[in-house]
């Protein structure tokens, strides 16, 4: 089992920026792929970006690449999403996620074994 639990979400304005960070406890952090994932209200869950175990790899949604960075710390088990130039549509609750390794950077929902409770992040315009 591994446990997650996000922090960080907030209310910004449209251009501001936010880290997220995703603490991990339980099972091995560097045995694990990770990803971020949000919801905007009325959508499907959607991919945001993905890690491997070392960090060395690391995909990105069109909506996002080039704005948000995904970072991952194995000595203190923790992933990271820095948003940067924020928009609107940006709003959605956040969620990280880990998936056995060689899942690295997947954006199928359906890869990811466990799941973090959320952080609701909202931006204004």
């Known amino acids: 089992q591994v446990q997650l639990v996000e922090s960080g979400g907030g209310l910004v304005q449209a251009g501001d920026s936010l880290r997220l960070s995703c603490a991990a406890s339980?099972?091995?952090?560097?045995?694990?792929?990770m990803g971020w994932f949000r919801q905007a209200p009325g959508k499907e869950r959607e991919f945001v970006t993905g890690?491997?175990?070392?960090?060395?790899?690391?995909s990105y949604a069109d909506s996002v690449r080039g704005r948000f960075a995904i970072s991952r710390d194995n000595a203190k088990n923790t992933v990271y999403l820095q948003m940067n130039s924020l928009k609107p549509e940006d709003t959605a609750v956040y969620y990280c996620?880990?998936?056995?390794?060689?899942?690295?950077?997947?954006?199928?929902?359906?890869?990811?074994?466990?799941w973090g409770q959320g952080t609701q992040v909202t931006v204004s315009s």
């Open positions: 339980g099972r091995t952090f560097s045995n694990y792929a």
């Open positions: 890690i491997s175990w070392s960090g060395g790899s690391t």
């Open positions: 996620a880990a998936a056995p390794s060689y899942y690295a950077g997947s954006p199928n929902i359906y890869d990811y074994n466990y």
